[in-house]
C-alpha cells in the first residue's frame, strides 16, 4: 500500500510536486483535465469542484475536442514528477470534450471510442499504471458549502435534496461542450439507469481489451453524490452492490475500481467497511479515494479524516489484510482557516494517513 496525492492540472508544477513529496506521498494522481480553465488557480479550483458559473451547475468550459493525450505530453510530465522523487501512477478523469458522445451514446461515439484507444494507449507507452474514471453524464452537483467539518472548517455536503433542473443543453459531467456539439445533448442525458448501464457495457467492450494490452488499468469512480438522479439524469453506481455489477460487466483484468470511500459511505444503503472487504479481497480496487464523511444521502457532510463515520484505521487494517498494493490519496478535505486552506487540508489528512500505514 502506498500514499499517494492528487494534483490538478493548475498543479502540475516544481512547487506542488515539492508539496506533495513533503506531504510523504510518494505516487501521485494527476488530474489533467483542466476543470476550472484555470481561472483561478488559487481559489475556486481548489475547493471541492464547487460549480463557479452563476447556474451552479458548471464547473468551466471543456477541453479542446482535436487535442487529445500524447505520449511525448505524458513523458515530459512524467519526468517532471521523477525528477521530483514521485512516480505518477494514475490520471484521473477523462476530459468530456474527448468522450462526450460515449456517455450520450452521440453521433461521434465511435470516433471517441477510437480517440480514447488512443489515449489508453499513449498512456501505456507513458508507463502510467491507472486510468480513474467516472462514467456520469449529471457530474457532482446538488451539494452545498457550508462550515461542516471540525472548527467551522468550510467543506461541502447535502442538507436534503435541491429541486434540480434537467442538465442544460451542451453540458456533460460538469463543463460546457463546444456549441457545435451542444444541440440535442439534452435529450441523450434524460436516459434511463439501464440505457446508462447499456453505455458503459460497449464503451468497455470496446476499451478495455486496449487497456490490457496497453497494460492500463481503467478505475470507475462511484456517483458524487450517489443519489438516485440528478438534473434528470440517471446515476450508476449508487449502491456498494453495484461495483458488483460493474465487475460482472466485464471480466476483463483492466476492468478496475476506483474506490471513494467517502463517495461509498454516504450511498443510502451498504456498510463502507464491508464493502472494503469484498473488493479488497477480489483485488479489484486500483486506488482509493481516503476521505470521511457524516451521514448519507441527502443528509451528509464532508468531514475531517479522522471525525467521520468511516473507521479509518478499520480500512486501512482489512486493505493491509487484502495484501492491497495500490495508492490512497486524500481525495478532497475540509478547507483549513488560514492563507493556504487547500494546503493545510491536505498537509493534515496525508499526515494521519501516513501515520496509519505505519
Ligand atoms: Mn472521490
Not at 201 to 218: I, K
Not at 326 to 331: F, M, Y
Request: hydrophobic residues 40%.
Amino acid at each position: 500500500m502506498k500514499l499517494g496525492m492528487g494534483l490538478y492540472a493548475h498543479m502540475l508544477n516544481e512547487e506542488h510536486y515539492a508539496f506533495a513529496k513533503q506531504c510523504g506521498a510518494t505516487h501521485l494522481v494527476v488530474h489533467l483535465v483542466d476543470y476550472f480553465n484555470q481561472a483561478d488557480s488559487s481559489g475556486a479550483a481548489n475547493k471541492n469542484h464547487q460549480p463557479v458559473n452563476s447556474e451552479g451547475s458548471c464547473w468551466g468550459r471543456a477541453g479542446d475536442p482535436t487535442r487529445i493525450w500524447t505520449v511525448e505530453q505524458l513523458c515530459a510530465i512524467r519526468e517532471d514528477i521523477e525528477a521530483h522523487g514521485l512516480e505518477w501512477y494514475a490520471i484521473e478523469n477523462f476530459d468530456p470534450a474527448h468522450w462526450h458522445d460515449i456517455l450520450l451514446a452521440g453521433p461521434k461515439r465511435d470516433e471517441q471510442i477510437e480517440q480514447v484507444k488512443q489515449m489508453i494507449r499513449a498512456v501505456g507507452e507513458a508507463g502510467i499504471p491507472v486510468i480513474g474514471y467516472n462514467f456520469s453524464l449529471a457530474g457532482v452537483s446538488g451539494r452545498v458549502e457550508g462550515p461542516y467539518a471540525r472548527g467551522g472548517a468550510m467543506s461541502v455536503g447535502m442538507e436534503g435534496h435541491i429541486p434540480d433542473q434537467p442538465l442544460a443543453d451542451g453540458v456533460v459531467w460538469n463543463m460546457q461542450l463546444d456549441e457545435q456539439v451542444s444541440n440535442g445533448t439534452r435529450e441523450r442525458s434524460r436516459v434511463s439507469e439501464e440505457e446508462l448501464w447499456e453505455r458503459l457495457r460497449f464503451f468497455l467492450e470496446a476499451v478495455l481489451p486496449v487497456a490490457e494490452e496497453a497494460g492500463v488499468q481503467l478505475a470507475l469512480h462511484p456517483d458524487d453524490p450517489p443519489v438516485e438522479r440528478l438534473q434528470d439524469t440517471p446515476r450508476l453506481v449508487n449502491s456498494p452492490g453495484k461495483y458488483q455489477r460493474l465487475i460482472d460487466l466485464n471480466p476483463s483484468s483492466a476492468n478496475m475500481l476506483e474506490f471513494c470511500l467517502g463517495s461509498i459511505a454516504e450511498m443510502p444503503s451498504g456498510d463502507v467497511h464491508q464493502a472494503t472487504e469484498q473488493y479488497a479481497a477480489l483485488q479489484k480496487i486500483a486506488y482509493v479515494h481516503f476521505r470521511n464523511v457524516v451521514g448519507r444521502v441527502p443528509h451528509y457532510k464532508e468531514v475531517f479524516v479522522d471525525e467521520g463515520d468511516i473507521d479509518m484505521k478499520r480500512i486501512v487494517g482489512i486493505l493491509k489484510a487484502a495484501q492491497f498494493e495500490g495508492v490512497l490519496i486524500p481525495d478532497h478535505t475540509p478547507q483549513m482557516s488560514c492563507d493556504a486552506p487547500w494546503h493545510a487540508g491536505m498537509a493534515y489528512a496525508m499526515g494521519y494517513m501516513k501515520a496509519l500505514l505505519a
